[in-house]
């Protein structure tokens, strides 16, 4: 997704009453009926991009509440706190979704990225910087200023103790590494990222990160993460999403195919081909691997396709959103921003799918507004958390009756 894209205003003067409905005024504002546990730390989940957490999906989709200031970049989840961010930072209680404190970023519109969550802090990127906030209170704790345009998500190691922060340069964009507690720059790597590409993922101590060398050509890359120094490179059609790294390997959609990897860049094997003549989309719009199963969303649908030999295990026919591009995995249900000729509504829905056939298990529309859109979502136990111009930031579901 371009994580710089503006907020669509769905609720403009003169739209009439019925489009208005399920705007800001007309929200839901009810708690959940317990407190989400588990962590959406990390665009992706967690350090690797899997997009996996072990969470309970909740049975029924239905809205709790809503709040913040974001209306683009993904909501994150740690323990009871779920984080807005957009122009400021606000830490939500997860449950009932009351502010428990805001801090302002003082930046423009756009100017920020996706953040990463660490133990003790909050850490993103910003136009010219890279920031901390405590995560228990929202006092700053390092600033570093980077020459550039902060480009993507952040990434932390799994050990709190490096984050990588994309930026773009006037000459070369580049990985920039800085110490979790202090801020200070670690290493940089010169490899020009795309809005597609980002985040890096991090894994047993070494950095695969996709994007293009000087000569445009559109590479995948590792780099040990003490130090920055690059191990291997392998050259790609058009790195179509962030990779993925698991023990099985790392994979990464490569002009509308799934690849994987071996950890040494080599063996790639194709276990998805989506390509065709008249294809004008990217093949492949998001990806996340669950232990023996890559889940794959495309304009073909959302695939579930076996590690071992590529086979496919089932099909979804859904149709990505401009403005999604993530699959959240949970202990049994796969969570994506969709629409689909399957539901009773062509708006735009979060939907749950079994994790195990595909069936659908529910669907929440964001349609009655102008030209509704949604965001990418992030999941814990009992909760499903997602972004949409419908909605006031972020937004709740949970397993509830439905609004009388």
Known sequence: MEWTRRRTLACAVGIGTTALAGCLDDGPGRSLSETPTGSWQQVAHDAANTGVSAVTVPDRGTPAWENGDAWEIPPLVADDTVFSVATQVDALDARTGETRWSVDLDAETGDATAPAVTDDALILGVTGRV?????????????????????????????????????????????????????????TA??????????????????????????????????????????????????????????????????GKLKRYDHAGANPEVLLDLTGEERTLRGIRALAVAEETAFVLSPDGLFAISVADGSRRWQASVEPLATADSICIGNKTVVVSVTSDE?????????????????????????????????????????????????????ALGDLPPKS
């Open 190 to 255: 010169q490899l020009r990222v795309s809005l597609y590409s980002v985040p890096a993922a991090i894994r047993e101590g070494r950095v695969y990160a996709a994007g293009y060398r000087e000569d445009e050509t559109s590479v995948l890359r590792r780099y040990s993460l003490d130090g920055g120094t690059q191990d291997w490179e392998t050259e790609l059609t058009e790195a179509e999403t962030p990779p993925v790294v698991t023990s099985a390997g790392v994979f990464i959609s490569d002009g």
């Open 131 to 187: 920031v901390a906030f405590a995560r228990e209170d929202g006092e700053k704790l390092w600033e570093t200023n980077i020459d550039g345009v902060a480009a993507g998500p952040a990434t932390a190691d799994p050990d709190d103790e490096v984050v990588l922060v994309p930026f773009r340069r006037r000459e070369q964009g580049g990985l920039v590494a800085l110490d979790v507690a202090t801020g200070d720059t670690e290493w």
């Open 343 to 395: 539901f009773d509504t062509r708006w735009p829905c979060v939907a749950a799918f079994d994790r195990a056939d595909g069936s659908t298990r529910w669907y929440h529309s964001v349609g009655k507004s102008f030209d509704p859109t949604l965001g990418p979502t992030a999941i814990a136990d009992g909760a499903v958390y997602f972004l949409s111009n419908t909605v006031d930031g972020v937004a």
